[in-house]
């Protein structure tokens, strides 16, 4: 059975840095392509940012480019999200999904809030 | 970046009766060397991450009920759900992963009348 498990999340004031974990299981990690997607309260779903399957090449949105890097551990069938430079707007449940070539997997969630 | 839209905001409707969704995207997400829409829906309800329902436009997902139904092609598609059962009260999303960034529609809202 595919599982994807976020962790991490928590409240950050502004300015603060929080890195979120993805642990997968039931597939054979290292052969997906992962993605970060984020919802702010009562918001739709926004994409933030796409890994390939070796690390060697990520993209981001406009809106988190040089603030946050995704990365992954192949060895530790684990995705990450590194987020620095906090702001207010980045509140939001973070979800990683599995992209097959559409995201047919998507873990439960980590709230991140960001707030002084 | 591709933009979808989704129409309505929100409809109400009768459990056993048809709701209809519609979805826009700002350019094609039809790819000619396949012949495939790079077009999937889910649906999302309150507190639980997103579920697939349906990809390549019109394939139902595992597990999904043959009520749900995606249709369309190009720029233009709808989800039809075609007896309304009370567990499907939701919000529904349109998303093309046709070319990065993915993106989504606003989301339609589908509760009973």
């Known amino acids: 059975e595919v599982q994807l498990v976020e962790s991490g999340g928590g409240l950050v004031q502004p300015g603060g840095s929080l890195r979120l974990s993805c642990v997968a299981s039931g597939f054979t990690f290292s052969t997906y392509w992962m993605h970060w997607i984020r919802q702010a309260p009562g918001e739709g779903l926004v994409w933030v940012s796409r890994i390939d399957s070796d690390g060697s090449s990520a993209i981001y949105a406009d809106s988190v480019k040089g603030r946050f890097t995704i990365s992954r551990d192949n060895a530790k069938n684990t995705l990450y999200l590194q987020m620095n430079s906090l702001r207010a707007e980045d509140t939001a449940v973070y979800y990683c999904?599995?992209?097959?070539?559409?995201?047919?997997?998507w873990g439960q969630g980590a709230l991140v809030a960001v707030s002084s | 970046d591709i933009v979808m839209t989704q129409s309505p905001d929100s409809l109400a409707v009768s459990l056993g009766e048809r709701a209809t969704i519609n979805c826009k995207s700002s350019?094609?997400?039809?790819?000619?060397?396949?012949?495939?829409?790079?077009l999937a829906w889910f649906q999302q309800k309150p507190g639980q991450p997103p579920k697939l329902l349906i990809y390549?436009?019109?394939t139902r997902g595992s597990g999904v009920p043959d009520r749900f139904s995606g249709s369309g092609s190009g720029t233009d598609f709808s989800l039809t759900i075609s007896s309304l059962q009370a567990e499907d009260v939701a919000v529904y999303y349109c998303q093309q992963y046709y070319d990065t960034p993915f993106t989504f529609g606003p989301g339609t809202k589908v509760d009973i009348k």
């Open positions: 350019q094609s997400v039809l790819y000619n060397s396949n012949n495939k829409n790079y």
């Open positions: 999904t599995r992209q097959g070539p559409y995201l047919d997997y």
């Open positions: 390549w436009a019109s």
